[in-house]
């Protein structure tokens, strides 16, 4: 079974903070990976797709990078919109997915 | 205006049965996978099932030989049969629209959920 492990599961940080959270596959998954952002009591939302592609509308301080088993998703100056829970989710496996735990990022 | 709206959810006993339904508009339904994902509260998300735009059908292990997933989209609808229930399908369902492009997919839109609750 395909394991998405992301690190760190919570992170605290300021406003204008440049932060990085990253992902592990626990098989090779190409750049079959993509990210998504979900705040409190809303459905998640897709930021980034094949690793490193920015879906339409999101803020370009938004970046993704990796191939094969280590993904990364950098916020380059944190803003005050941006203090939510991301996650990574594969799709090498299509049509089954997988998601990572999931990295709360909290105001400092 | 494109949207998914999930309907149906509710509290049920253990062993009962709950189904689930998905209102698509906007964009042309049938030809677009389809994903149940849920999030128990306070927790992270766990894929549930998908069903192709050829009626395929797949589940995850925890829901397998319990879950039904279908579609009709004569009405634009995704459903979600759910029999004997647990207390640990406890959760918010979300549909969610699968993007194919290039050999790649992605969940590019999703309803607001609609909660779960197993309990006696």
């Known amino acids: 079974d395909f394991q998405m492990t992301q690190s760190p599961s919570s992170l605290s940080a300021s406003v204008g903070d440049r932060v990085t959270i990253t992902c592990r596959a626990s098989?090779?998954?190409?750049?079959?990976l993509n990210w998504y952002q979900q705040k409190p009591g809303t459905a998640p939302k897709l930021l980034i797709y094949?690793?490193?592609s920015l879906q339409s509308g999101v803020p370009s301080r938004f970046s993704g990078s990796g191939s094969g088993t280590d993904f990364s998703l950098t916020i380059s100056s944190l803003q005050p919109e941006d203090f939510a829970t991301y996650y990574c989710?594969?799709?090498?496996?299509?049509?089954?997915?997988?998601f990572g735990q999931g990295t709360k990022l909290e105001i400092k | 205006e494109v949207q998914l709206v999930e309907s149906g959810g509710g509290l049920v006993q253990p062993g009962g049965s709950l189904r689930l339904s998905c209102a698509a508009s906007?964009?042309?339904?049938?030809?677009?996978?389809m994903h149940w994902v849920r999030q128990a509260i306070g927790k992270g998300l766990e894929w549930v099932s998908t069903?192709?735009?050829?009626?395929?059908?797949y589940y995850s292990d925890s829901v397998k030989g319990r879950f039904t997933i279908s579609r009709e989209n004569a009405k634009n609808s995704l459903y979600l049969q759910m029999n004997s229930l647990r207390a640990g399908d406890t959760a918010v369902y979300y549909c969610?629209?699968?993007?194919?492009?290039?050999?790649?997919?992605?969940?590019?839109?999703w309803g607001r959920g609609t909660l779960v609750t197993v309990s006696s």
């Open positions: 969610a629209r699968v993007h194919y492009a290039d050999l790649h997919w992605y969940l590019d839109l």
């Open positions: 906007g964009f042309t339904f049938s030809s677009y996978d």
């Open positions: 069903i192709g735009t050829a009626g395929d059908t």
């Open positions: 098989q090779s998954i190409g750049r079959y």
């Open positions: 094949v690793a490193s």
């Open positions: 989710q594969q799709s090498y496996t299509n049509p089954m997915y997988t």
